[in-house]
DNA sequence: TAGCTGATTGACT
DNA sequence: GTCAATCAGCTAA
């Protein structure tokens, strides 16, 4: 579970997709090609990493792994589970009909989706995810068959690492698996 | 200082 | 299916 009262209102969902980046053997990984942001990479886990996308669009990440061992965990895709119309709010994308499926779906179906949904910015960069206001909580365990092993979305370097791990048949995953 | 790239999305054909 | 929007951080000079 993802929740932030960023902006004083609790919006929060389900983590059903995510995809891992590792140390400098890692291509696509910032801790690779970014050396402002290699000092985060190296601490210790559960402080998030923020970085905007294309200019348009910011992506959260929790480091994970102790200090001193790079990699970290991009959130793709959320459930939503509370603040919905919030959520739908800062999307600009009220909701037609209340909860059809595609609809919230719509909300946090995408890294650069769930950070505007949970008002995450720039500013959440270094932020310690066990406090609020912006958490990350043990949910409901999974058996290993329900989640799906994939290659990597929308990277240009080591694309063919399957290090992607999503909710076998979730509708709140951003894309089909390879 | 100038130029380039990208872990994206939404609008459009 | 194509394509543009837009900027932090990098590299070259």
Redesign the pocket.
Known sequence: MLLSRIGGRLTAGRIVET?A?LGPEDG????A?????RWLFYGPGGIA?V???????D?L?AVAGPRGTPG?V?I?ALEPVAGIADMARR?R?PLPDGTSIPALA?LT??????TQALNVT?AG?GHDLRRWPLRIQAGSRQRPGDVRVST??????SPHLRLRFSLRANPFV?RPST
Not at 109 to 114: A, H, N, T, V
């Open positions: 995809e980046y696509a990984s910032h801790a090609f970014r050396p402002s942001s990493y970085f905007r996308a294309y200019g348009l669009y992506c990440n970290c991009l793709r999307r994308r719509a179906s995408g890294p650069g989706r769930l720039l960069n990597r979305v929308g990277i240009t370097r951003s």
